[in-house]
Protein backbone atom coordinates (compact mmCIF):
# COMPACT_ATOMS: atom_id res chain seq x y z
CA UNK A 1 0.00 0.00 0.00
CA UNK A 2 2.89 2.07 0.38
CA UNK A 3 4.34 1.53 -2.01
CA UNK A 4 1.17 2.52 -4.14
CA UNK A 5 0.92 5.74 -2.88
CA UNK A 6 4.35 6.23 -3.38
CA UNK A 7 4.05 5.70 -6.83
CA UNK A 8 1.22 8.04 -7.15
CA UNK A 9 3.33 10.41 -5.90
CA UNK A 10 5.33 9.93 -8.34
CA UNK A 11 3.07 10.54 -11.10
CA UNK A 12 2.27 13.23 -9.35
CA UNK A 13 5.61 14.97 -9.01
CA UNK A 14 6.26 14.18 -12.64
CA UNK A 15 2.83 14.73 -14.70
CA UNK A 16 1.39 16.79 -12.37
CA UNK A 17 -1.82 15.72 -9.67
CA UNK A 18 -4.43 16.68 -12.53
CA UNK A 19 -3.86 14.91 -15.04
CA UNK A 20 -3.20 11.91 -12.91
CA UNK A 21 -6.72 12.53 -10.79
CA UNK A 22 -8.51 12.62 -14.52
CA UNK A 23 -6.89 9.17 -15.94
CA UNK A 24 -8.24 7.53 -12.24
CA UNK A 25 -11.27 9.03 -12.59
CA UNK A 26 -11.58 7.51 -16.12
CA UNK A 27 -10.38 3.82 -15.26
CA UNK A 28 -12.86 3.95 -11.88
CA UNK A 29 -15.38 4.96 -14.93
CA UNK A 30 -14.68 2.38 -16.99
CA UNK A 31 -14.72 -0.39 -14.18
CA UNK A 32 -17.80 0.62 -13.39
CA UNK A 33 -19.59 0.78 -16.66
CA UNK A 34 -17.70 -2.72 -16.98
CA UNK A 35 -19.41 -4.04 -14.04
CA UNK A 36 -22.61 -2.34 -15.29
CA UNK A 37 -22.24 -4.13 -18.50
CA UNK A 38 -21.53 -7.61 -17.10
CA UNK A 39 -24.60 -6.98 -14.91
CA UNK A 40 -27.46 -6.21 -17.85
CA UNK A 41 -25.47 -9.04 -19.57
CA UNK A 42 -26.17 -11.77 -16.49
CA UNK A 43 -29.64 -10.00 -15.91
CA UNK A 44 -30.41 -10.26 -19.66
CA UNK A 45 -29.33 -13.99 -19.34
CA UNK A 46 -31.28 -14.85 -16.02
CA UNK A 47 -34.38 -13.24 -17.95
CA UNK A 48 -34.06 -15.25 -21.06
CA UNK A 49 -33.53 -18.39 -18.63
CA UNK A 50 -36.45 -17.48 -17.06
CA UNK A 51 -38.68 -17.15 -20.07
CA UNK A 52 -37.26 -20.56 -21.28
CA UNK A 53 -38.07 -21.97 -18.56
CA UNK A 54 -42.14 -20.30 -18.24
CA UNK A 55 -42.31 -21.99 -22.08
CA UNK A 56 -41.03 -25.26 -21.10
CA UNK A 57 -43.54 -25.35 -18.22
CA UNK A 58 -46.04 -23.91 -20.19
CA UNK A 59 -45.35 -27.38 -22.73
CA UNK A 60 -44.95 -29.38 -19.40
CA UNK A 61 -48.42 -28.59 -18.06
CA UNK A 62 -50.06 -28.82 -22.06
CA UNK A 63 -48.86 -32.35 -22.16
CA UNK A 64 -50.29 -33.20 -18.93
CA UNK A 65 -53.39 -32.07 -20.12
CA UNK A 66 -53.37 -34.38 -23.01
CA UNK A 67 -52.37 -37.01 -20.85
CA UNK A 68 -55.05 -36.34 -18.31
CA UNK A 69 -57.91 -36.26 -21.23
CA UNK A 70 -55.66 -39.43 -22.50
CA UNK A 71 -56.05 -41.35 -19.09
CA UNK A 72 -59.94 -40.22 -19.06
CA UNK A 73 -60.60 -41.54 -22.29
CA UNK A 74 -58.51 -44.82 -21.55
CA UNK A 75 -60.51 -45.14 -18.45
CA UNK A 76 -64.03 -45.10 -19.93
CA UNK A 77 -62.73 -47.37 -22.52
CA UNK A 78 -61.46 -49.70 -19.86
CA UNK A 79 -65.31 -49.59 -17.92
CA UNK A 80 -66.96 -50.15 -21.04
CA UNK A 81 -64.75 -53.15 -21.86
CA UNK A 82 -65.10 -54.38 -18.48
CA UNK A 83 -68.65 -54.31 -18.42
CA UNK A 84 -68.71 -55.64 -21.80
CA UNK A 85 -66.65 -58.80 -20.34
CA UNK A 86 -68.79 -58.64 -17.19
CA UNK A 87 -71.59 -59.38 -19.61
CA UNK A 88 -69.67 -62.05 -21.80
CA UNK A 89 -69.06 -63.48 -18.45
CA UNK A 90 -72.31 -64.05 -17.43
CA UNK A 91 -73.60 -65.00 -20.87
CA UNK A 92 -70.81 -68.05 -20.77
CA UNK A 93 -72.18 -69.16 -17.14
CA UNK A 94 -75.47 -69.60 -19.03
CA UNK A 95 -73.87 -71.30 -22.01
CA UNK A 96 -71.72 -73.46 -19.19
CA UNK A 97 -75.03 -74.42 -17.18
CA UNK A 98 -77.29 -74.55 -20.46
CA UNK A 99 -74.51 -77.07 -21.86
CA UNK A 100 -73.88 -78.80 -18.97
CA UNK A 101 -77.76 -79.74 -19.21
CA UNK A 102 -77.38 -81.10 -22.29
CA UNK A 103 -74.71 -82.90 -21.50
CA UNK A 104 -76.27 -84.74 -18.09
CA UNK A 105 -79.63 -85.29 -21.02
CA UNK A 106 -76.90 -86.76 -23.08
CA UNK A 107 -75.28 -89.05 -20.11
CA UNK A 108 -79.21 -89.87 -19.44
CA UNK A 109 -80.12 -91.16 -23.08
CA UNK A 110 -76.62 -92.94 -23.06
CA UNK A 111 -77.03 -94.97 -20.55
CA UNK A 112 -80.46 -96.31 -21.62
CA UNK A 113 -79.77 -96.63 -25.29
CA UNK A 114 -75.97 -97.69 -25.11
CA UNK A 115 -74.69 -97.96 -21.70
CA UNK A 116 -71.26 -99.20 -23.12
CA UNK A 117 -70.30 -95.97 -24.23
CA UNK A 118 -70.26 -94.62 -20.93
CA UNK A 119 -68.16 -96.19 -17.35
CA UNK A 120 -67.90 -94.89 -13.96
CA UNK A 121 -69.33 -91.50 -15.33
CA UNK A 122 -66.78 -91.20 -17.52
CA UNK A 123 -67.14 -90.75 -21.83
CA UNK A 124 -64.77 -90.91 -25.05
CA UNK A 125 -66.03 -87.60 -25.84
CA UNK A 126 -63.80 -86.23 -29.27
CA UNK A 127 -61.33 -87.19 -31.13
CA UNK A 128 -60.27 -84.26 -34.03
CA UNK A 129 -57.32 -84.71 -36.66
CA UNK A 130 -55.59 -81.86 -38.45
CA UNK A 131 -53.42 -81.91 -41.40
CA UNK A 132 -50.16 -79.78 -40.46
CA UNK A 133 -47.92 -78.62 -43.62
CA UNK A 134 -45.31 -81.27 -43.70
CA UNK A 135 -46.33 -84.29 -46.08
CA UNK A 136 -47.89 -86.86 -44.14
CA UNK A 137 -47.62 -85.11 -40.80
CA UNK A 138 -50.80 -84.78 -38.75
CA UNK A 139 -52.20 -83.25 -35.51
CA UNK A 140 -54.85 -85.01 -33.30
CA UNK A 141 -56.82 -84.41 -29.77
CA UNK A 142 -58.69 -86.81 -27.81
CA UNK A 143 -60.95 -85.84 -25.11
CA UNK A 144 -62.26 -88.06 -22.43
CA UNK A 145 -64.71 -86.33 -20.14
CA UNK A 146 -66.88 -86.79 -16.78
CA UNK A 147 -70.53 -86.01 -16.87
CA UNK A 148 -71.68 -87.24 -13.99
CA UNK A 149 -72.11 -84.26 -11.54
CA UNK A 150 -69.97 -85.93 -8.59
CA UNK A 151 -66.81 -85.86 -10.19
CA UNK A 152 -64.57 -87.88 -8.32
CA UNK A 153 -61.13 -88.58 -9.39
CA UNK A 154 -60.86 -91.25 -11.88
CA UNK A 155 -57.55 -93.12 -13.31
CA UNK A 156 -57.30 -95.25 -16.24
CA UNK A 157 -55.45 -96.13 -19.14
CA UNK A 158 -55.98 -95.26 -22.70
CA UNK A 159 -55.01 -97.20 -26.21
CA UNK A 160 -55.58 -95.34 -29.46
CA UNK A 161 -55.12 -97.97 -32.60
CA UNK A 162 -54.81 -96.17 -36.08
CA UNK A 163 -56.34 -98.82 -39.08
CA UNK A 164 -55.93 -98.53 -42.47
CA UNK A 165 -54.87 -100.46 -45.51
CA UNK A 166 -50.82 -100.89 -47.02
CA UNK A 167 -51.20 -102.39 -50.49
CA UNK A 168 -55.34 -103.73 -49.56
CA UNK A 169 -54.38 -105.53 -46.41
CA UNK A 170 -55.20 -104.09 -42.92
CA UNK A 171 -52.69 -102.99 -40.75
CA UNK A 172 -52.50 -101.16 -37.28
CA UNK A 173 -50.56 -98.90 -35.60
CA UNK A 174 -49.94 -97.22 -32.20
CA UNK A 175 -51.01 -93.60 -32.52
CA UNK A 176 -49.59 -93.30 -29.41
CA UNK A 177 -46.32 -94.47 -30.35
CA UNK A 178 -46.57 -92.80 -33.40
CA UNK A 179 -46.98 -89.29 -31.65
CA UNK A 180 -43.60 -90.83 -29.50
CA UNK A 181 -45.69 -90.38 -26.41
CA UNK A 182 -44.39 -92.40 -23.49
CA UNK A 183 -46.04 -95.16 -22.11
CA UNK A 184 -45.90 -93.51 -18.91
CA UNK A 185 -48.09 -90.78 -20.57
CA UNK A 186 -50.88 -93.63 -21.69
CA UNK A 187 -51.91 -93.72 -18.13
CA UNK A 188 -54.56 -90.89 -17.53
CA UNK A 189 -55.54 -89.07 -13.90
CA UNK A 190 -58.83 -87.04 -14.39
CA UNK A 191 -61.70 -84.77 -12.74
CA UNK A 192 -63.78 -83.31 -15.12
CA UNK A 193 -61.91 -83.91 -18.71
CA UNK A 194 -58.42 -84.83 -20.23
CA UNK A 195 -57.00 -84.10 -22.86
CA UNK A 196 -54.44 -86.81 -25.11
CA UNK A 197 -52.77 -84.50 -28.20
CA UNK A 198 -49.85 -85.03 -29.88
CA UNK A 199 -48.09 -84.87 -33.76
CA UNK A 200 -47.14 -88.08 -35.67
CA UNK A 201 -45.95 -88.89 -38.75
CA UNK A 202 -48.33 -91.08 -40.96
CA UNK A 203 -46.58 -94.13 -42.13
CA UNK A 204 -45.63 -94.35 -45.74
CA UNK A 205 -47.92 -96.87 -47.67
CA UNK A 206 -51.07 -96.71 -45.43
CA UNK A 207 -54.27 -95.25 -46.73
CA UNK A 208 -56.07 -94.49 -42.97
CA UNK A 209 -59.65 -95.64 -42.26
CA UNK A 210 -60.48 -95.27 -38.47
CA UNK A 211 -59.32 -94.69 -35.06
CA UNK A 212 -60.13 -96.76 -32.44
CA UNK A 213 -60.15 -95.36 -29.00
CA UNK A 214 -59.95 -97.71 -25.80
CA UNK A 215 -60.60 -96.97 -22.49
CA UNK A 216 -59.76 -98.73 -19.21
CA UNK A 217 -60.97 -97.34 -15.80
CA UNK A 218 -59.30 -98.38 -12.97
CA UNK A 219 -60.20 -96.16 -10.19
CA UNK A 220 -63.32 -94.17 -9.17
CA UNK A 221 -64.89 -96.72 -10.84
CA UNK A 222 -64.04 -99.87 -13.39
CA UNK A 223 -64.90 -100.66 -16.91
CA UNK A 224 -63.80 -100.59 -20.49
CA UNK A 225 -64.86 -98.05 -23.01
CA UNK A 226 -64.26 -97.94 -26.67
CA UNK A 227 -65.65 -95.82 -29.65
CA UNK A 228 -64.59 -95.79 -33.21
CA UNK A 229 -63.93 -92.78 -35.70
CA UNK A 230 -63.97 -92.51 -38.76
CA UNK A 231 -60.41 -90.87 -40.61
CA UNK A 232 -62.60 -88.86 -43.59
CA UNK A 233 -64.91 -87.87 -41.03
CA UNK A 234 -62.84 -86.65 -38.08
CA UNK A 235 -59.85 -84.99 -40.79
CA UNK A 236 -62.86 -83.28 -42.31
CA UNK A 237 -65.11 -81.50 -39.70
CA UNK A 238 -61.97 -81.48 -37.48
CA UNK A 239 -63.64 -82.86 -34.92
CA UNK A 240 -64.61 -86.33 -34.22
CA UNK A 241 -67.64 -87.94 -35.74
CA UNK A 242 -67.19 -91.48 -34.04
CA UNK A 243 -69.19 -94.45 -34.41
CA UNK A 244 -69.94 -96.59 -31.43
CA UNK A 245 -68.79 -100.16 -30.91
Known sequence: MIKKLLSIKQLQQRF????????SLLLLCLVIISAYQVGVWHARYLKQQV????????????QLDQFEYQRNVLQV???VEKSANQNLQAQLGELQEENYSLR???AFYQKIMAPELQQSGVVIESLAVSKNRAERHYHFSLALLQVEQRRELVEGEIAIQLVGRVKGEEQ??????????SPSEHNFMMRYFTLYEGDFLLPKGLVPERIEVTANITRGGSGR???????RDSLRNGQASGENT
Open 16 to 23: GRLPVVLV
Open 51 to 62: SEQKQQLAQLYQ
Open 77 to 79: ELD
Open 104 to 106: ENV
Open 172 to 181: RFNLLDLANI
Open 225 to 231: LQRTFFW
